[in-house]
């Protein structure tokens, strides 16, 4: 499958997408922004396609941004419509059923770390940084920047770098929680690979249902959010899966899950 300034491979059941515009940073342009969701639908459908990892093509960039150029011609109408086109696709990806992880390569900001925080997991190189930048353009994060990073690194985080614009380092996204794990730049798609491998090792009903627990969950009360998380704990019961796993651990043998 071909898409707009996307790469685009699967091996061992996980699809690798990369934004590919490395010599401008790998910017998120419209053709760029809608190629993600037909690509993410695609995946979503595709039975073959099990976990995804994220990533940016070249030396220096996840994803730098968006295409400043277009927008010095929003106008606010044309602004608003720009940022519900991103909030969609982004939302398309953190509500995928499978597994998505992004592998942070260089610099992640403004619209990439947005992306990167619609991933479910995020992993980063040393060189890394990451931010929220649109205050020093005049404008404010319009694909979801300010509603999950809160929900990932608290409020106070969160103000200090939407307000302040300025990145920071792996290590320190490391230390507030923004992501998940930092490894060498040479290891680390290797790496989330391999935790994208791991998770495959589990039912991939169960998969999905924490996915839709812990997104669900999130945005509601928390006698909700349990009841809800009992609903998906009595639907992962309702499936072969759970037959396998539990007599394969009480066989003392991996379990083989057949997904249903």
């Known amino acids: 499958m071909a898409y707009e300034n996307l790469l685009y491979e699967v091996s061992d059941s996980i699809a690798q997408v990369t934004v590919n515009r490395p010599e401008i940073l790998n910017p998120l342009d419209g053709d760029t922004i809608e190629a993600l969701g037909r690509c993410f639908s695609d995946i979503a459908a595709d039975k073959a396609v099990k976990a995804v990892v994220v990533t940016g ?123 998940n794990r930092v490894f060498p730049k040479d290891q680390l798609l290797g790496e989330a690979k391999a935790i994208a491998a791991r998770i495959l090792e589990n039912g991939p009903v169960a998969v999905a249902l924490c996915l839709d627990a812990v997104n669900r969950g999130l945005e509601m009360p928390l006698d909700e959010a349990l009841r809800w998380e009992a609903a998906q704990f009595g639907l992962s019961c309702a499936t072969e899966d759970i037959r396998e796993g539990t007599t394969a651990f009480l066989e003392k043998r991996k379990a083989t899950f057949q997904g249903r």
């Not at 991933?119 to 300010?146: D, F, M, W």
């Open 57 to 179: 093509a070249g030396e220096k960039a996840f994803v730098a941004g968006a295409d400043i150029n277009h927008l010095t011609e929003l106008t606010a109408l044309e602004g608003r419509a720009w940022g519900l086109l991103g909030q969609q696709v982004f939302s398309q990806i953190e509500n995928l059923a499978k597994p998505v992880i992004a592998a942070i390569n260089g610099w992640a900001l403004g619209g990439g770390l947005e992306l990167a925080m619609a991933c479910h997991i995020r992993v980063a190189s040393p060189n890394a940084k990451l931010g929220q930048p649109e205050v020093k353009l005049g404008i404010v994060p319009g694909y979801g920047g300010t509603q999950r990073l809160p929900r990932l690194v608290g409020k106070g985080r969160a103000l200090e770098m939407t307000l302040t614009g300025d990145p920071i380092t792996a290590d320190e996204a490391y230390r507030i929680g923004l992501v």
